[in-house]
């Protein structure tokens, strides 16, 4: 797993909070074998150097007055390289850090506890560089009576697949309430980490206009793998008149979703986007948002299948996921003895050509465009061909 951080505009009192929030998450996850440090300013900072060269490359903090600019991940592209980085010759034996990354991933308690670092880490550092406000979002769900509010999202005629029930995210028990709970701040830390500070949701309204500028305000729309609706949200933004339909395959997804969208004008249901169960021609607009790398690719196809049979002639098709093709998301395919318990099917994903899939399945005029040049964010567009 690797991770690249920006910090726009620092409050004047928190900079130094943010700095030390990020190098503490940076400590964890060096823990796993192929994590490189971030960029801290035009200084890289490497956590694992030892005193004194530690001091000697911290960034002066003086010298970043309230309102600099500090980048990293997307918009620098200067390959990095730890000393250690070299050409290995084959047969050569892992170093002591990653036979002990490789120990703690296969021995159920170390990894548990590995994991749950690499996640305490992230949500520390996130909420004092970025104001992600998890501990206050979890706090006030965890005082819910989830097992009931499962029990009634849940539909008995869905089989949750095998894929499905993988550890992700660094956790272990896979699409739970934890992951539930967590889903919201997750994303506004991950769009944060990879430089869209807005929310890597809120960037399709513009390519939805672009992409879509003949589809009707009363649009009926399926948003696949809906989450805890934010998604909808941003839909219900961008067309107010429109039936909004968000469907999930994790019970506590839907739950969650619609605790916290209640009163709002959209309807939750747990439903697989492989079998929606939806009528043929029924939507004017089926999006997809950030759900395509979390799947394998055979169960991606299925559910571009199904998009394409739930559309209207002439309905759209939109997807908004990462694009395997990034430098950044190419660097997460490196071997790492824990990156199957974070993001199991990234490898699947990444050897899908979404393009020739889409035109195979029947769809037409497929674009894809990333969000801007150095974006690791990419949107896909097609349409069902309209009757003659």
Same mark, same amino acid.
């Given at each position: 797993?690797?991770?690249?951080?920006?910090?726009?505009?620092?409050?004047?009192?928190?900079?130094?909070?943010? +700095?030390?929030?990020?190098?503490?998450?940076?400590?964890?996850?060096?823990?796993?074998?192929?994590?490189?440090?971030?960029?801290?300013?035009?200084?890289?900072?490497?956590?694992?150097?030892?005193? =004194?060269?530690?001091?000697?490359?911290? =960034?002066?903090?003086?010298?970043?007055?309230?309102?600099?600019?500090?980048?990293?991940?997307?918009?620098?592209?200067?390959?990095?390289?730890?000393?250690?980085?070299?050409? $290995?010759?084959?047969?050569?034996?892992?170093?002591?850090?990653?036979?002990?990354?490789?120990?703690?991933?296969?021995?159920?308690?170390?990894?548990?506890?590995?994991?749950?670092?690499?996640?305490?880490?992230?949500?520390?550092?996130?909420?004092?560089?970025?104001?992600?406000?998890?501990?206050?979002? #979890?706090?006030?769900?965890?005082?819910?009576?989830?097992?009931?509010?499962?029990?009634?999202?849940?539909?008995?005629?869905?089989?949750? !697949?095998?894929?499905?029930?993988?550890?992700?995210?660094? #956790?272990?028990?896979?699409?739970?309430?934890?992951?539930?709970?967590?889903? *919201?701040?997750?994303m506004s830390a991950m769009a944060s980490l990879f430089g869209h500070q807005s929310g890597?949701?809120?960037?399709?309204? !513009?390519?939805?206009?672009?992409?879509?500028?003949?589809?009707?305000?009363?649009? @009926? &729309?399926?948003?696949?793998?809906?989450?805890?609706?934010?998604?909808?949200?941003?839909?219900?933004?961008?067309?107010?008149?429109?039936?909004?339909?968000? $469907?999930?395959?994790?019970?506590?997804? &839907?739950?969650?979703?619609?605790?916290?969208?209640?009163?709002?004008?959209?309807?939750?249901?747990?439903? *697989?986007?492989?079998? +929606?169960?939806?009528?043929?021609?029924?939507?004017?607009?089926?999006?997809?948002?950030?759900?395509?790398?979390?799947? =394998?690719?055979?169960?991606?196809?299925?559910?571009?299948?199904?998009?394409?049979?739930?559309?209207?002639?002439?309905?759209?098709?939109?997807?908004?996921?990462?694009?395997?093709?990034?430098?950044? &998301?190419?660097?997460?395919?490196?071997?790492?003895?824990?990156?199957?318990?974070?993001?199991? @099917? &990234?490898?699947?994903?990444?050897?899908?050509?979404?393009?020739?899939?889409?035109?195979? #399945?029947?769809?037409?005029?497929?674009?894809?465009?990333? $969000?801007?040049?150095?974006?690791?964010i990419v949107v896909i567009v097609a349409r069902k061909p309209a009757q003659d």
């Amino acid at each position: 797993m690797e991770l690249f951080f920006q910090i726009e505009a620092p409050r004047p009192d928190s900079f130094a909070q943010s +700095n030390r929030s990020t190098k503490m998450m940076m400590r964890a996850l060096r823990f796993s074998s192929d994590c490189p440090p971030s960029t801290i300013g035009p200084t890289r900072f490497d956590p694992g150097l030892r005193s =004194p060269d530690r001091r000697a490359a911290r =960034p002066n903090k003086r010298a970043l007055p309230n309102g600099i600019r500090c980048t990293g991940g997307t918009n620098d592209r200067t390959p990095y390289k730890r000393p250690t980085d070299r050409a $290995i010759p084959p047969g050569t034996p892992p170093d002591l850090r990653t036979r002990l990354a490789r120990l703690a991933a296969r021995n159920p308690a170390l990894r548990s506890i590995v994991l749950d670092s690499i996640r305490h880490a992230l949500k520390l550092g996130t909420t004092f560089a970025f104001g992600i406000p998890w501990y206050q979002e #979890i706090r006030e769900l965890k005082q819910e009576n989830w097992k009931q509010l499962i029990r009634d999202a849940t539909d008995p005629n869905v089989k949750t !697949p095998s894929w499905f029930k993988l550890p992700i995210h660094g #956790i272990l028990g896979g699409n739970d309430l934890i992951q539930a709970i967590e889903q *919201a701040p997750a994303m506004s830390a991950m769009a944060s980490l990879f430089g869209h500070q807005s929310g890597v949701r809120d960037v399709r309204l !513009p390519h939805l206009q672009a992409f879509c500028p003949d589809l009707p305000q009363s649009a @009926h &729309i399926l948003d696949v793998g809906c989450g805890t609706g934010d998604s909808l949200r941003a839909l219900e933004a961008r067309y107010p008149g429109a039936r909004l339909s968000g $469907i999930d395959l994790s019970p506590a997804m &839907i739950a969650v979703g619609r605790l916290r969208n209640q009163g709002r004008p959209y309807t939750f249901h747990h439903r *697989a986007g492989e079998d +929606n169960r939806f009528s043929e021609a029924s939507f004017d607009l089926v999006h997809e948002s950030a759900v395509a790398h979390e799947a =394998p690719r055979f169960a991606s196809i299925q559910r571009f299948s199904e998009a394409f049979r739930v559309l209207k002639p002439g309905g759209v098709f939109f997807l908004l996921d990462q694009d395997p093709e990034s430098p950044v &998301i190419q660097r997460q395919l490196r071997p790492d003895p824990f990156g199957h318990f974070i993001e199991p @099917h &990234i490898r699947s994903y990444s050897r899908m050509d979404t393009v020739r899939e889409l035109e195979t #399945i029947g769809f037409t005029s497929v674009k894809k465009e990333k $969000i801007h040049p150095d974006s690791t964010i990419v949107v896909i567009v097609a349409r069902k061909p309209a009757q003659d």
